[in-house]
């Protein structure tokens, strides 16, 4: 599995992707597993959202060792 982190999430985790194997089987244990990698995506959870291959994430998605998951920060525009 591929996390792709954008925009000031970047700056948080230091990097742009990560890989993980084995895939967590929901977006609870993906959460865990990235806060415990990178602890200040704590502050950051609640405002982004999941999206695996292309679409929305919610709870009840289940992930696989090919997807591909962005983390999508608060969109701001002006």
């Not at 985790?13 to 990698?37: F, H, S």
């Not at 999941?50 to 696989?64: G, H, M, P, Q, S």
Request: a negative charge; glycine letters at 6%.
């Amino acid at each position: 599995m591929r996390v792709l982190f954008f925009a000031q999430l970047k700056d948080v985790t230091g990097c742009d992707l990560v890989e993980l194997a084995p895939p967590p089987p929901d977006a609870e244990q993906l959460w865990k597993i990235l806060i415990g990698k990178f602890p200040a995506l704590a502050n950051h959870q609640k405002n982004v959202r999941l999206a695996r291959n292309w679409e929305y994430a919610d709870a009840k998605t289940v992930f696989a060792d090919e997807d591909e998951i962005a983390l999508i920060p608060p969109v701001s525009g002006g």
